[in-house]
């Protein structure tokens, strides 16, 4: 995968994030990050700029930990594949938002602490032989 765009974004979540699921039972978290430019103006004070959202999506057991983890206005740190999608809105006006498919996602620790809780991964033999028999996951299957 050379090919693929990868950022890593800090800013703050503009809402608690959505968990759902697809039909074929795959978690899927959907949730948006706000980063504002600031810049120092001739006086000495702070001024902000535009801000910038990035629609970030989650997907498996990374969604379940985001939405059990993150909540509106943390400031949180992504990691992941970014795209632009254009679209047209109900008043016919032409848009353009910014995704990202998360790879990583944690809260920003610079003004904050976090508890850190490692979640159990290990699975019995049995259940492992039958999710390899499992069907690859489909990326194209709607999320919601």
């Known amino acids: 995968m050379a090919n693929d765009n990868f950022v890593q974004i800090v800013g703050s979540l503009g809402g608690d994030p959505e968990l759902r699921f697809t039909t074929a039972g795959v978690a ?5 990050v706000a980063w504002t430019a600031r810049k120092k103006d001739p006086a000495g004070g702070w001024v902000d700029g535009e ?5 970030c999506t989650a997907w498996r057991d990374m969604a379940e930990n985001v939405a ?6 943390m400031r949180v740190v992504v990691t992941g594949q970014i795209s632009a999608r254009d679209w047209v809105d109900n008043e016919s006006n032409n848009r353009t938002s910014i995704e990202i498919q998360v790879d990583e996602a944690s809260p920003s620790l610079r003004w904050a602490q976090a508890h850190i809780e490692r979640n159990e991964r290990e699975k019995p033999a049995e259940t492992r032989q039958a999710a390899a028999k499992e069907p690859a ?3 194209t299957e709607e999320p919601f």
Do not use: E, P, Q
Request: glycine share 6%; aromatic share 22%; with cysteine.
């Open 28 to 32: 899927v978290c959907s949730f948006s």
């Open 137 to 139: 996951y489909d990326d």
């Open 68 to 73: 059990a983890s993150l909540s509106k206005g």
């Open 51 to 55: 801000t910038t959202w990035f629609r």
